[in-house]
Nanobody, 124 residues
Framework: VQLQASGGGLVQVGGSLRLSCAAS????????AGWFRQAPGKEREFVTS????????YYADFVQGRFATSRDNAKNTVYLQMNSLKPEDTAVYYC??????????????????WGQGTLVTVSS
């Protein structure tokens, strides 16, 4: 499966962005989908995951209710809605697909396919 992330950009503190991850090649519905991010000089970190049906989602502690992930399997697309953005949310955001079916994978090695990343910059 090929993944294409989009929707990044420049936003002010407190603003919102919606990222999209479109899949092609195979139905996205057979995978758990995840979002990770990598800030300059830091390691890539888990943000959120969503199981194949969208019924189960998991979030990193730093999200604190500000982000929400969802999916539309008919469109082969997963979304990440980010609200109340902070400067520390500045990073390249990556979507990924995992064969782990319960929606819980939060480690890089658990993901089998990766998109190319989309840059989110939050200015203060």
């Amino acid at each position: 499966v090929q993944l294409q992330a989009s929707g990044g950009g420049l936003v002010q503190v407190g603003g919102s962005l919606r990222l999209s991850c479109a899949a092609s090649g195979r139905p996205f519905s057979i995978y758990t989908a995840g979002w990770f991010r990598q800030a300059p000089g830091k390691e890539r970190e888990f943000v959120t995951s969503i199981n194949w049906s969208g019924a189960s989602t998991y979030y990193a502690d730093f999200v604190q209710g500000r982000f929400a992930t969802s999916r539309d399997n008919a469109k082969n697309t997963v979304y990440l809605q980010m609200n109340s953005l902070k400067p520390e949310d500045t990073a390249v955001y990556y979507c990924a697909a995992s064969y782990v079916g319960d929606g819980t994978p939060k480690y890089l090695h658990q993901y089998n396919y990766w998109g190319q990343g989309t840059l989110v910059t939050v200015s203060s």
